[in-house]
Nanobody, 121 residues
């Protein structure tokens, strides 16, 4: 079982920045990702990264604005969000995958509790 704990959400004005963190513990996994769910909408893929290295993957809507990274020593994944827009408002969820499906937007079986991001216009 993987335990995932997100932090770093909050309220920010459009154009601002936030950094989300996801601390992981428990069993091993190969890749992690971020998903988000806006009110009244389905959960959608944001970004993903392998734990062992390699290129990250991004949804088109966040490419060039968001950066996913990881710190293996701290077992922590990050999402640096710049140039935030009101449409980025959502609950953001960390996801861990024992395989590599998350790199294609298919979530693995482990989720964090979510952290809320609100971008005001």
């Amino acid at each position: 079982q993987v335990q995932l704990v997100e932090s770093g959400g909050g309220l920010v004005q459009a154009g601002g920045s936030l950094r989300l963190s996801c601390a992981a513990s428990g069993r091993t996994f190969y890749a992690m990702g971020w998903f988000r769910q806006a009110p009244g909408k389905e959960r959608e893929f944001v970004a993903a990264i392998t734990w062992g290295g390699g290129s990250p993957y991004y949804a088109d809507s966040v490419k060039d604005r968001f950066t996913i990274s990881r710190d293996n020593a701290k077992n922590t994944m990050y999402l640096q969000m710049n140039s935030l827009r009101p449409e980025d408002t959502a609950d953001y969820y960390c996801n861990a995958d024992r395989f590599l499906g998350v790199l294609s937007g298919i979530p693995g079986g482990s989720w964090g509790q979510g952290t809320q991001v609100t971008v005001s216009s």
